[in-house]
T-cell receptor, first 116, second 111 residues
Framework: GAVVSQHPSWVICKSGTSVKIECRSL??????MFWYRQFPKQSLMLMAT?????????EQGVEKDKFLINHASLTLSTLTVTSAHPEDSSFYIC????????????FGAGTRLSVL | GQSLEQPSEVTAVEGAIVQINCTYQ??????LSWYQQHDGGAPTFLSY????GLEETGRFSSFLSRSDSYGYLLLQELQMKDSASYFC????????????FGTGTKLQVIP
């Protein structure tokens, strides 16, 4: 199956700093990637749809200036949590789909963010 | 918007069969998928139904009834390693075909 790499897997930062998370499709080109947030024992909440070469589409209630998404190439999308605060602590997961198999989402391993 | 409901927890005995139900209300529909997620891990794809009926993949089967906005995941010959959370997910019929996940069902397999 297709492989999606997500880095870092775990990050601890001080309040007010910015954190960048990378999501790469290793063996396929992904015109669309998705970013999710997951709280403990809860479901995955879609934050935004990342589109190569264009602006991300954010879900209602997600601050686009807080969560900056860049999809600069067909294999890389980045999520930057700007001026992180403790309430931003969560598990962030990206996914990608192959253009000819959109019924399957391939997920990165996730990034656990802890803001002190 | 999209809304998908699942039972929150299910417990079953090793070797048994368990069914996890999913009911959905969606503004657009392009298929129902199932994912497995172990604690601390990433979701992995299990099955997909684009049309009504049963899809079988090894010990796992998934069923869809679009007229009832209902589907289920059937796990047979349960193993201890099947203890995990299971999510149904709907693919939107919109331009980017985004995926919305259900509330999730935590399955515990006991000896």
């Amino acid at each position: 199956g297709a492989v999606v790499s997500q880095h870092p897997s775990w990050v601890i930062c001080k309040s007010g700093t910015s954190v960048k998370i990378e999501c790469r499709s290793l063996d396929f080109q992904a015109t669309t990637m998705f970013w999710y947030r997951q709280f403990p024992k809860q479901s995955l909440m879609l934050m935004a749809t990342s589109n190569e070469g264009s602006k991300a589409t954010y879900e209602q209630g997600v601050e686009k200036d807080k969560f900056l998404i860049n999809h600069a190439s067909l294999t890389l999308s980045t999520l930057t949590v700007t001026s992180a605060h403790p309430e931003d602590s969560s598990f962030y997961i990206c996914s990608a789909q192959q253009p000819l198999a959109k019924n399957i989402q391939y997920f990165g391993a996730g990034t656990r963010l802890s803001v002190l | 918007g999209q809304s998908l409901e699942q039972p929150s927890e299910v417990t079953a005995v090793e070797g048994a069969i368990v069914q996890i139900n999913c009911t959905y209300q969606t503004s657009g529909f392009y298929g129902l998928s199932w994912y497995q997620q172990h604690d601390g891990g990433a979701p992995t794809f299990l099955s997909y139904n684009g049309l009504d009926g049963l899809e079988e993949t090894g010990r796992f089967s998934s069923f869809l009834s679009r007229s009832d906005s209902y589907g289920y995941l059937l796990l047979q010959e349960l193993q201890m390693k099947d203890s995990a959370s299971y999510f149904c997910a709907v693919r939107d019929s919109g331009g980017y075909q985004k995926v919305t996940f259900g509330t999730g069902t935590k399955l515990q397999v006991i000896p």
